[in-house]
């Protein structure tokens, strides 16, 4: 069982919009602001795709958007596109000693 | 645009040592912004951070592999290393390295992952 809590999966339409959760606790993702979220591809390494809770990396689509309540963050994928399905990781800081925990991902399906 | 490069034995017999290194090119890490990290994803299953060195030799280790690990870094030749001992199948897995941003704590450049088998 992974520290953060994320849906095994989810999916949307073309051109729809999609939500991804992580859970986590107060000691990571509801104490500090250091929740990042990571596209893999089948065979490829993940992609950082929103850093700092909502930052988005140069390079990286304006569909693509995070944000947090409490002891959970959020990703959101508006404008659903074919390219877009793959694995999505969320990452957070963690006061105890592990230091980094990652949500056990989230399978989009682009149907 | 900052790239690294995992390399090593793809295959490890049980009880042996597992090293990986991470060549590291476009940037440098002896860098004040930067931690560099090791991370790991057993087939068809999560990430799990490993642990990170900063330029001056500073680790952080996953306590849940800390007896197992060291990680080690050599900036004349820009690379960092991965050792894990007394590996077992469940060791099996494709090993990233990856940059780290210092404070922030978020994975920003990958490598692209090699798979370490451990099987006799």
């Known amino acids: 069982q992974s520290a953060l809590t994320q849906p095994a999966s989810v999916s949307g339409s073309p051109g729809q919009s999609i939500t991804i959760s992580c859970t986590g606790t107060s000691s990571d993702v509801g104490g500090y602001n250091y929740v990042s979220w990571y596209q893999q591809h089948p065979g490829k390494a993940p992609k950082l795709m929103i850093y700092?809770?909502?930052n988005r990396p140069s390079g990286v689509s304006n569909r693509f958007s995070g944000s947090k309540s409490g002891n959970t963050a959020s990703l959101t994928i508006s404008g659903l596109q074919a390219e877009d399905e793959a694995d999505y990781y969320c990452?957070?800081?963690?006061?105890?000693?592990?230091?980094?925990?990652f949500g056990g991902g989230t399978k989009l399906t682009v149907l | 645009q900052v790239q690294l490069q995992e390399s090593g034995p793809g295959l490890v017999k049980p009880s042996q040592t597992l090293s990986l290194t991470c060549a590291v090119s476009?940037?440098?890490?002896?860098?004040?912004?930067?931690?560099w990290s090791w991370i790991r994803q057993p087939p068809g299953k999560d990430l799990e951070w490993i642990g990170y060195i900063f330029y001056s030799g500073a680790t952080h280790y996953n306590p849940s592999l800390q007896s197992r690990i060291t990680i080690s870094v050599d900036t004349s030749k820009n690379h960092f290393s991965l050792k894990l001992n007394s590996v077992t199948a469940a060791d099996t897995a494709v090993y990233y390295c990856?940059?780290?941003?210092?404070?922030?704590?978020?994975?920003?450049?990958w490598g692209q992952g090699t798979l370490v088998t451990v099987s006799s």
């Open positions: 990452s957070s800081y963690t006061s105890t000693s592990t230091h980094v925990l």
């Open positions: 700092g809770v909502r």
């Open positions: 990856a940059r780290t941003r210092s404070g922030a704590h978020y994975f920003d450049y």
């Open positions: 476009g940037g440098f890490i002896h860098n004040d912004d930067y931690y």
